[in-house]
């Protein structure tokens, strides 16, 4: 008789750079308050923490608002000489910091620091009666920062996640009225997938070295020009993977084409200054979450029907993938797909947020696939050719 070998504990990492989560994402915006209710009424979130001159904030203003896992902090400048003020100048709205929660934020910063990070904030500890919450910040790409979060008492992720406070000085926000909606009508949007950063001509591997050396991510994918590239215009692609499941950080940069490359363009409304091109959110339902986010009027990017026409070949014929979903359905939501050797994706892109054509928003849903769509590379840099040359910026 067979004796069953006894199952390993599963092997939590004590090192410093051990990320557990992401702790939030940052977004400075030019009014944190209209902002709030545009992600609440189109995407859905829960509006659900304060930061402001009502509870002793004399230098900016932050909303908290949270979906599944996913924690956005909307914060604006109430100064015209604070950062967030000034960068709103320059670059527009969009992501300022994705914020890491760590065991100690000291011991993560100080590691990172030595292993050639760039300090942006040293640590520091913002406690009272309940509880603390450590952060420490390093700069990454362009305007970009990673801060390292380590919480403890009433401020811990646990207590977060079921809806403690986010650190001192914060307040819960009292009868929002887009909160009960959304809790009735929700969009379903599950946790942060990934981001990608669009970076400077000749900047990629620099940066992937710096993710590697820093942070320890590993190259998980590259795509180049001619992965990427339609007759037009190109960009070059190294997916970075935090390893432990959390998060994917794609970096970007633009490639020689006939016309401007899409990163280009970024680089144009940003005064060339690198940053976060999309957020990807996953979902566990892809037709009930475009759905929703369509009837809340969300604008997506547009396929042509002719997309449709190969589509189920490809993935269905040529990769052996079955795809559950409906695929009228699919069709009639313009969604896209695509499958690897592990399964299959759903996929769809909103135009960009604000009038720059700068930050977008991706919803992805994956059945197996941990890939990015490469199939759907050419159809999708097609649409957004289009939409440059609508823009006057091809
Ligand atoms: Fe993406």
Same mark, same amino acid.
């Given at each position: 008789?067979?004796?069953?070998?006894?199952? @390993?504990? @599963?092997?939590?990492?004590?090192?410093?750079? &051990?990320?557990?989560?992401?702790?939030?994402?940052?977004?400075?915006?030019?009014?944190?308050?209209? &902002?709030?209710?545009?992600?609440?009424?189109? #995407?859905?979130?829960?509006?659900?923490?304060?930061?402001?001159?009502?509870?002793?904030?004399?230098?900016?203003?932050?909303?908290?608002?949270?979906? %599944?896992?996913?924690?956005?902090?909307?914060?604006?400048?109430?100064?015209?000489?604070?950062?967030?003020?000034?960068?709103?100048?320059? =670059? *527009?709205?969009? /992501?300022?910091?994705?914020?890491?929660?760590?065991?100690?934020?000291?011991? @993560?910063?100080?590691?990172?620091?030595?292993?050639?990070?760039?300090?942006?904030?040293?640590?520091?500890?913002?406690?009272?009666?309940?509880?603390?919450?450590?952060?420490?910040?390093?700069?990454?790409?362009?305007?970009?920062?990673?801060?390292?979060?380590?919480?403890?008492?009433? =401020?811990?992720?646990?207590?977060?996640?079921?809806?403690?406070?986010?650190?001192?000085?914060?307040?819960?926000?009292?009868?929002?009225?887009?909160?009960?909606?959304?809790? +009735?009508?929700?969009?379903?949007?599950?946790?942060?997938?990934?981001?990608?950063?669009?970076?400077?001509?000749?900047?990629?591997?620099?940066? /992937?070295?710096?993710?590697?050396?820093?942070?320890?991510?590993?190259?998980?994918?590259?795509?180049?020009?001619?992965?990427?590239?339609?007759?037009?215009?190109?960009?070059?692609?190294?997916?970075?993977?935090?390893?432990?499941?959390?998060?994917?950080?794609?970096?970007?940069?633009?490639?020689?084409?006939?016309?401007?490359?899409?990163?280009?363009?970024?680089?144009?409304?940003?005064?060339?200054?690198?940053? /976060?091109?999309?957020?990807?959110?996953?979902?566990?339902? +892809?037709?009930?979450?475009?759905?929703?986010? $369509?009837? $809340? %009027?969300?604008?997506?990017?547009?396929?042509?029907?002719?997309?449709?026409?190969?589509?189920?070949?490809?993935?269905?014929?040529?990769?052996?993938?079955?795809?559950?979903?409906?695929?009228?359905?699919?069709?009639?939501? %313009?969604?896209?797909?695509?499958?690897?050797?592990? *399964?299959?994706?759903?996929?769809? #892109?909103?135009?960009?947020?604000?009038?720059?054509?700068?930050?977008?928003?991706?919803?992805?849903?994956?059945?197996?696939?941990?890939?990015?769509?490469? %199939?759907?590379?050419?159809?999708?840099?097609?649409?957004?050719? $289009?939409?440059?040359?609508?823009?006057?910026?091809?």
């Amino acid at each position: 008789m067979k004796t069953a070998l006894p199952i @390993a504990p @599963a092997k939590i990492s004590t090192a410093p750079l &051990a990320l557990s989560d992401i702790d939030h994402v940052r977004l400075y915006v030019g009014n944190a308050r209209q &902002a709030a209710f545009f992600y609440a009424q189109a #995407f859905g979130f829960q509006v659900e923490q304060h930061h402001d001159l009502t509870t002793g904030s004399r230098s900016e203003a932050s909303y908290l608002l949270r979906q %599944g896992n996913i924690r956005l902090l909307l914060t604006t400048g109430l100064h015209e000489h604070q950062p967030a003020c000034q960068e709103v100048a320059k =670059y *527009g709205d969009g /992501v300022k910091d994705i914020a890491f929660t760590v065991a100690d934020a000291t011991k @993560a910063w100080e590691q990172a620091v030595s292993h050639g990070a760039h300090a942006a904030s040293e640590p520091t500890e913002h406690s009272d009666a309940h509880g603390s919450v450590t952060t420490a910040s390093i700069h990454t790409f362009g305007r970009c920062v990673h801060t390292f979060v380590s919480r403890r008492g009433d =401020y811990s992720l646990a207590r977060l996640k079921s809806g403690g406070l986010f650190m001192p000085g914060y307040a819960r926000v009292k009868d929002f009225p887009l909160n009960a909606y959304n809790a +009735a009508y929700p969009c379903g949007l599950e946790c942060v997938d990934h981001l990608v950063g669009n970076v400077g001509l000749g900047a990629m591997n620099q940066w /992937v070295q710096w993710y590697s050396d820093v942070l320890g991510f590993k190259l998980f994918k590259h795509f180049d020009d001619k992965d990427i590239s339609t007759e037009y215009s190109a960009l070059m692609s190294k997916v970075m993977d935090s390893g432990s499941g959390l998060i994917k950080i794609p970096i970007n940069e633009p490639a020689a084409g006939r016309a401007k490359s899409q990163v280009q363009e970024y680089l144009d409304f940003t005064n060339n200054v690198p940053g /976060v091109q999309h957020l990807a959110f996953r979902c566990n339902d +892809a037709l009930e979450t475009v759905s929703e986010l $369509r009837r $809340r %009027g969300v604008d997506f990017l547009r396929l042509p029907d002719t997309y449709y026409d190969k589509v189920w070949d490809r993935v269905e014929g040529e990769l052996h993938t079955e795809v559950r979903e409906d695929h009228n359905r699919i069709k009639e939501l %313009g969604i896209l797909v695509d499958a690897d050797d592990e *399964g299959y994706l759903l996929q769809l #892109f909103t135009m960009p947020l604000q009038d720059r054509p700068t930050l977008f928003i991706e919803i992805i849903c994956r059945r197996g696939s941990q890939s990015f769509g490469k %199939g759907n590379f050419r159809a999708l840099f097609e649409s957004l050719e $289009r939409e440059q040359a609508r823009r006057g910026n091809l």
